[in-house]
């Protein structure tokens, strides 16, 4: 099993920035993704960003572009979301997910192929 835990969330101005965090524990090496998602209220939950586990890439949703920056730092078990230009319809919670090793490709952008969640952490931007 591997646990999640994000924190870096909060209230910031339109424009601001924040910065994310969701260590992960336990059965690290399984890892092969990891992923941001985030869930407005009323609204499906969405594919944000997602990094290879050993660094070969990342993908970003359209609409974070350019704003949003995904990184990972493998000593501490811990993915990092920097999030700039933060928009008020940027405000969800957003909610760390992890992919096991399974031997074969799964889509990065499908919820349903993490196997692993966080328990979310709440982005409200005031405009």
């Known amino acids: 099993q591997v646990q999640l835990v994000e924190s870096g969330g909060g209230l910031v101005q339109a424009g601001g920035s924040l910065r994310l965090s969701c260590a992960a524990s336990?059965?690290?090496?399984?890892?092969?993704?990891m992923g941001w998602f985030r869930q407005a209220p009323g609204k499906e939950r969405e594919f944000v960003a997602a990094i290879s586990w050993s660094g070969v890439g990342t993908s970003y949703a359209d609409f974070v572009k350019g704003r949003f920056t995904f990184s990972r730092d493998n000593a501490k078990n811990t993915v990092y979301l920097q999030m700039n230009s933060l928009r008020p319809e940027d405000t969800a919670i957003y909610y760390c997910a992890a992919q096991r090793s399974v031997g074969g490709f799964r889509g990065w952008a499908s919820k349903g192929n993490y196997d692993y969640w966080g328990q979310g952490t709440q982005v409200t931007v005031s405009s």
């Open positions: 336990g059965r690290t090496a399984s890892i092969s993704v």
